[in-house]
């Protein structure tokens, strides 16, 4: 298993990053990252520290907060952030956000 994201770069091509070797401890450190754990952080504050664990989990210096910001759509900002959060629970996020989609759900209606 690896955990892989796709950021749009500077040049306007999609870039994959991927890290093969993510230890036990971050997901326990994941696990951490709920609101109730900062609650000092305004929204965004929050954001931001889930986009600096995300970030974390490379090792590829390419990969930072500033990186994500600029290289995902906003509104895929969230879908990205659940989406390395099911991989480094062993989970494929493309599978989850397919059961999600409108055509799924009306098809088990």
């Known amino acids: 298993m690896s955990v892989q994201i796709q950021l749009r770069g500077k040049d306007g091509k999609l870039h994959t990053f991927e890290e093969k070797h993510i230890t036990a401890g971050k997901r326990l450190e994941m696990m951490d990252l709920v609101p109730e754990q900062y609650p000092d952080a305004?929204?965004?504050?929050?954001?931001?520290?889930?986009?600096d664990f995300i970030a974390g989990l490379f090792k590829d210096e390419r990969v930072s907060r500033e990186?994500?910001?600029?290289g995902i759509d906003s509104w895929d900002l969230d879908n990205f952030m659940q989406g390395v959060m099911a991989?480094?629970?062993?989970?494929?996020?493309?599978?989850?956000?397919?059961?999600?989609?409108?055509e799924t759900k009306s098809n088990n209606e």
């Open 42 to 51: 305004s929204s965004r504050e929050f954001y931001e520290i889930e986009l």
């Open 67 to 70: 990186a994500i910001l600029e």
């Open 87 to 102: 991989q480094l629970m062993g989970y494929d996020p493309k599978v989850i956000l397919e059961s999600e989609s409108p």
